[in-house]
């Protein structure tokens, strides 16, 4: 199949050579065939919480092989990842979460006292999973069919909001967005990446 969007580089993948190694991290390998599945679990589990085309969802944790999964979920979900930087301090994530009006927050355990303190001010976060606690069993009750959703022209697929100062909450911002389509110098080689890469 042709690469045309985001979501159609590990559904690409997984078809042409779903037994290579498309991430590494500590002591877990992942190939293109169960990262394909992976993010077919977690957009079918946030079409089942009720996430709409162009809903933002939050991450908030550090470097985990759980992101490429939730990354590629929520494009095939026509979802729109925030990550948000865990350097930030509290007031800061919880100005960024809101600022993109969130709906689910995914985040890691070392964080939830931050995000004690910060709870009562994401309105707009509907359910909080935890990626090294709830995630693996959440993940795994969904189904793994892929929901192949269109994918539109404009459609966004990554939203970064450089953090403004808490003392000046109406500061301005232009939001970077990155869109799902690929261009077609974009699209991997045949073989995909070269050796030694991971997605």
Not at 7 to 14: F, K, L, P, S
Not at 70 to 87: D, E, M, T
Not at 89 to 106: G, R
Request: hydrophobic share 40%.
């Amino acid at each position: 199949m042709s690469i045309s969007t985001l979501a159609d580089i590990v559904r690409h993948q997984a078809v042409a050579q779903p037994a290579r190694i498309a991430l590494t991290f500590e002591d877990r390998h992942t190939n293109y065939a169960a990262l394909d599945r992976q993010a077919n679990q977690v957009a079918n589990g946030l079409l089942a919480a009720g996430m709409r085309p162009a809903t933002r969802i939050a991450v908030l944790d550090k470097n985990h092989d759980s992101f490429f999964e939730i990354w590629f979920g929520a494009a095939k979900a026509k979802a729109v990842l925030v990550p948000v930087n865990w350097r930030l301090a509290a007031p800061e994530i919880a100005y960024l979460v809101s600022d993109a009006q969130a709906e689910m927050l995914f985040v890691g355990s070392e964080y939830l006292g931050t995000l004690a303190r910060i709870r009562d001010q994401l309105t707009s976060v509907r359910e909080v999973i935890v990626t090294d606690q709830d995630y693996p069993a959440w993940r795994g009750r969904q189904s793994a069919t892929d929901p192949q959703l269109a994918t539109e022209g404009g459609d966004v697929c990554l939203q970064v909001t450089p953090a403004a100062p808490p003392a000046i909450p109406k500061a301005p911002r232009s939001p970077a967005t990155i869109y799902c389509r690929c261009s077609r110098s974009s699209q991997p080689a045949a073989n995909g990446p070269s050796g030694g890469q991971r997605m």
